[in-house]
Nanobody, 124 residues
Framework: QVQLAESGGGLVQAGGSLRLSCAAS????????MGWFRQAPGKEREFVAG????????NYADSVKGRFTISRDNAKNTVYLQMNGLKPEDTAVYYC?????????????????WGQGTQVTVSS
């Protein structure tokens, strides 16, 4: 089992940047593919970005391509989401998640463990 804890959320103006971190504890971090998801009020949880176990493969939602970058440091048991060019529509609670599936997964149902989430608010 793995425990996940997100940090780095906050309030930022449109066009600004934030870097989210997700620290993992428990079983070997490099055994898990990792993903970032977000959920806005009244909306379903949606995929943002994912990264494979060794970090060699990544995938992004079309809405964040070119603006967000996912990365991981297996030595620090941490996955990151660098968010640039933020827009008001990026406002949501952001969750990191871990999966035992190989490759990069984009469906929430394929993830086994979830963090508690961190709020990101982008003002216009």
């Amino acid at each position: 089992q793995v425990q996940l804890a997100e940090s780095g959320g906050g309030l930022v103006q449109a066009g600004g940047s934030l870097r989210l971190s997700c620290a993992a504890s428990g079983r070997t971090f490099s055994s898990y593919g990792m993903g970032w998801f977000r959920q806005a009020p009244g909306k379903e949880r949606e995929f943002v970005a994912g990264i494979s176990r060794a970090g060699g493969s990544t995938n992004y939602a079309d809405s964040v391509k070119g603006r967000f970058t996912i990365s991981r440091d297996n030595a620090k048991n941490t996955v990151y989401l660098q968010m640039n060019g933020l827009k008001p529509e990026d406002t949501a609670v952001y969750y990191c998640a871990a999966t035992l599936w190989l490759g990069v997964r984009s469906s929430p149902s394929q993830y086994d463990y979830w963090g508690q989430g961190t709020q990101v608010t982008v003002s216009s």
